[in-house]
């Protein structure tokens, strides 16, 4: 299921950025991506969401970020689809460009959060219903406001954002690119390593080798830095990476699990379900499925 690229236009005389308030039968229901964020606050609707690799439920109260380039959509429920006047999609979009601000705006030190914030928006940031309510004020009177009144609120709502905890959706591997909670030159470095030598043998030795560490050393730092362990941490890659293949592949169960650096297909199905909660056969059905979303 090749993802869709969208042209936007978010830009205007009058304008820096998009934002609309809608009520809609069901939301938009084909995997695409754009090159702008995307800020997707759900009033009210109910499915599945699709983050890149991530597929989980959502419901009232809803509010996700979106980096460029990372493949979505929010699947309605079926009853959706059954013209029932009673059901009805509400939400508020938000598209913007890094640079709507200007280009420099967002490395000054106070919005230093931010920075951070939008750096991870590339796998998809999903923020507590907690946080979302409080917001929801704010949010829905941004699609009404012009002028600079509407540039302030939408910089006082990512900040707002950047305070409080959030959830990455997408894993590590599916994104071209790492951008962690630490952002240090080492550990980015690291994690890139990873990524392109995903699909071979990548031990302990090597790696801390990479690291110019000894293995113990490594470790240490490793788990100190990302919280997670090194063989964790690339199992996490690996699949990401096969499930971008799942999606965007007409490769067989067998030759992505090889290609991406598992030497049993066994494991491979072992090793994928312990992160995704299901084996890969159902998560390509999954996303498969949403080809005929009222059947």
Not at 250 to 256: D, G, K, N
């Amino acid at each position: 299921m090749e993802p869709k690229f969208l042209q936007k236009n978010t830009r205007s005389a009058e304008h820096s950025f998009f934002c609309k308030y809608a009520e809609v039968p069901h939301t938009y229901d084909q995997f695409h991506y754009h090159k702008e964020f995307e800020l997707l606050y759900t009033l009210e609707n109910k499915g599945t969401r699709f983050i890149g690799d991530s597929i989980n439920s959502f419901a009232f109260k809803d509010l996700v970020l979106i980096g460029p380039g990372l493949p979505h959509h929010w699947q309605s429920d079926k009853e959706y689809y059954e013209d029932n006047p009673l059901l009805i999609a509400k939400v508020v979009l938000v598209h913007f460009e890094l640079d709507f601000v200007g280009s420099d705006f967002f490395n000054i030190p106070e919005m230093k959060n931010v920075k951070t914030m939008l750096s991870k928006a590339n796998r998809g940031i999903h923020f507590s219903i907690e946080h979302a309510v409080k917001l929801e004020s704010i949010m829905l009177g941004l699609a009404g406001k012009s002028n600079w009144r509407q540039v302030i609120d939408l910089i006082e709502i990512l900040c707002e954002m950047a305070e409080k905890p959030y959830t990455l959706l997408a894993s590590e591997g599916f994104s071209d690119s790492y951008h962690g909670s630490n952002n240090e030159e080492r550990i980015t470095g690291i994690y890139n390593y990873m990524i392109k030598n995903h699909d071979g043998n990548i031990s302990l030795n090597n790696i801390a080798s990479y690291a110019n560490m000894n293995p113990a050393a490594f470790c240490r730092y490793f788990k100190k830095a990302t919280s997670k362990t090194f063989s964790d941490s690339l199992n996490d890659i690996r699949v990401g990476i096969a499930c971008k293949k799942l999606i965007n592949t007409e490769l067989s169960i067998a030759e992505i699990g090889y290609a991406c650096g598992y030497q049993s297909i066994s494991y491979f199905n072992r090793q994928f379900k312990k992160v995704k909660k299901i084996n890969p056969s159902e998560y390509r059905l999954k996303y498969l499925l949403t080809k005929h979303p009222t059947t």
